[in-house]
Each structure stands twice: as structure tokens, then as C-alpha cells.
């Protein structure tokens, strides 16, 4: 016999209707959700049921709550693709910039360096340098069309780049350009960029920066530049995943 499933509990078909709502035009982006008390006369459910429908659309990123405002339907924006094809070389300026503005948009980033900054384990062990060795750490925030893209903090060792004209990655006669640019100019050059991917949910000063809600979800890259002997830069680099795709280019030839 097959077995009889009961209905759905009460705050699922409540968050069931109230998503196809939003799905389908009736509630569009931007537009308020009725309150808890409205949605429970609406539903005729208690409030702590209309609650905890809430509370999945939120989760499900449909929906979103306004301090002292009351709750609304996000603006989801069409995905965009962001290309990591960033080991081209791109001589005499950023990739970051080439790559956006090929996309039709227009790039721009906010900096900011901290040097002598001891190693923490975890980049010790990509950089293969001894926890707690000098390195300069630099925070950017990535824009395109003046919107937040991406973030990154980036490490490089200061036994690398100490003395030398590139020891500030935004600072000096190659500010702006990219790692590549950078370390060919002081006698490295890179031959391969390692990159592990994974996803984890927004921590709150990176939901401020990125401007989206604490906990979505985004997508983490852990980058890091090699010569031919060692690495010798790495960064955390963070991107909303509701907004981008990340799109891996490789070329392919004969040997």
C-alpha cells in the first residue's frame, strides 16, 4: 500500500502562495510584504506561523527585512558572468579592468595597504613562508558601473617585494597594474595561478561592503601566483554569488 502523507505544516503553504506571489509579478521587487499580523489574517494562521514563512522566503534570499520599515521583496538583478581569464597577459594595465571593460562596463576599485603584517597560518601555507613572516596585506573592494563586484585580500611577502618600487601594490610607477605586470618588473615571472573555489555565507562586514544581506550566499576563491619557484602573492577574494556567475577560459593548443 502506499503510504498517505498528511498537508504540508500551515508555514510552508503560507511561504509556498506568498512565493509564488513574488515569483509570479503579484508582489514585484521593491514592493512591501504585508506584515506578520496581516499575513496571519490573510492566511488565518497565527503570527508566529506567517513568522516562520517569512523567515524561509528571507532564507531563500526572496525577501528581506528593513530596520524600522517592515519587510520587502528584493531586486534580484539578472546574473552577470565574471570571467576568471585573468592569466592573460594584460601588460601596462589591470585585468580586473581589461576583463570589465570588455563586458561593457567600467571598472574602478578602493585600496587600502597594511605592511609588516605577520602571515597567519593559512596564508602561510599557500605562501610556503613561516607563520608570522612580514607581508604586505591589501584590502580592495572591486566596482563595475560603480557597483560592488567583488572583494579581495591580497598577501604578498615582504622578502619578495621589500626595497623595491612595487612593495605598495597601489602605490609607485606600476600602481594599478596587475600582479603579473608587477613581479615581472622586479625579476619574477609568474608561469601559474592556483585557484580553489568554494561558498560559504556572507559575514556581516562583508555583506556592508558588498551590499547585500548578512548571511547570502557567496562565492570564496582562494588565488594564488606562482613563479617558477615559489608563490609569491595569494588572496581571499569574495563575490555574491545571487548576482555572478564565475566563468573559468582556458586555451587550448597542441603540444
Known amino acids: 500500500m502506499a503510504p498517505v502523507f498528511g498537508e504540508p505544516p500551515a508555514y510552508v503553504r503560507v511561504a509556498d502562495d506568498l512565493r509564488r506571489r513574488i515569483l509570479?509579478?503579484?508582489?514585484?521587487?521593491?514592493?512591501?510584504?504585508?506584515s506578520r499580523a496581516q499575513l496571519a489574517d490573510e492566511y488565518g494562521v497565527s503570527t508566529n506561523i506567517s513568522l516562520q514563512a517569512m523567515r524561509v522566503l528571507t532564507a531563500e534570499g526572496l525577501i528581506e527585512g528593513?530596520?524600522?520599515?517592515?519587510?520587502?521583496?528584493r531586486d534580484t538583478a539578472v546574473m552577470q558572468r565574471l570571467v576568471r581569464a585573468w592569466y592573460r597577459d594584460a601588460r601596462g594595465g589591470s585585468p580586473f579592468?581589461?576583463?570589465?571593460?570588455a563586458q561593457g562596463k567600467e571598472p574602478g576599485w578602493q585600496s587600502a595597504s597594511e605592511f609588516r603584517?605577520?602571515?597567519p597560518e593559512s596564508v602561510a601555507l599557500r605562501l610556503e613562508i613561516v607563520a608570522g613572516e612580514p607581508c604586505v596585506r591589501t584590502d580592495y573592494t572591486f566596482t563595475a558601473d560603480g557597483k560592488p563586484v567583488m572583494l579581495s585580500a591580497s598577501w604578498e611577502p615582504?622578502?619578495?617585494?621589500?626595497?623595491?618600487p612595487v612593495l605598495a601594490p597601489e602605490d609607485g610607477p606600476l600602481a594599478g597594474n596587475g600582479v603579473v605586470d608587477r613581479m615581472r618588473s622586479i625579476g619574477h615571472e609568474i608561469v601559474r595561478v592556483v585557484e580553489a573555489v568554494g561558498s560559504r555565507p556572507a559575514l556581516t562586514a562583508e555583506a556592508t561592503r558588498l551590499g547585500i544581506a548578512v548571511g547570502l550566499p557567496v562565492i570564496t576563491i582562494e588565488r594564488t601566483y606562482w613563479t617558477a619557484e615559489r608563490p609569491v602573492e595569494t588572496a581571499?577574494?569574495?563575490?555574491?554569488?545571487?548576482?555572478?556567475?564565475?566563468?573559468?577560459?582556458?586555451?587550448?593548443?597542441s603540444r
Open 24 to 34: 509570479g509579478g503579484e508582489l514585484p521587487p521593491g514592493s512591501k510584504v504585508p
Open 66 to 73: 528593513r530596520p524600522g520599515s517592515g519587510t520587502y521583496v
Open 97 to 101: 579592468a581589461a576583463e570589465t571593460r
Open 117 to 119: 603584517v605577520p602571515a
Open 158 to 164: 615582504m622578502a619578495v617585494t621589500g626595497g623595491t
Open 236 to 253: 581571499d577574494i569574495v563575490i555574491p554569488a545571487e548576482r555572478y556567475q564565475v566563468v573559468y577560459e582556458f586555451p587550448v593548443g
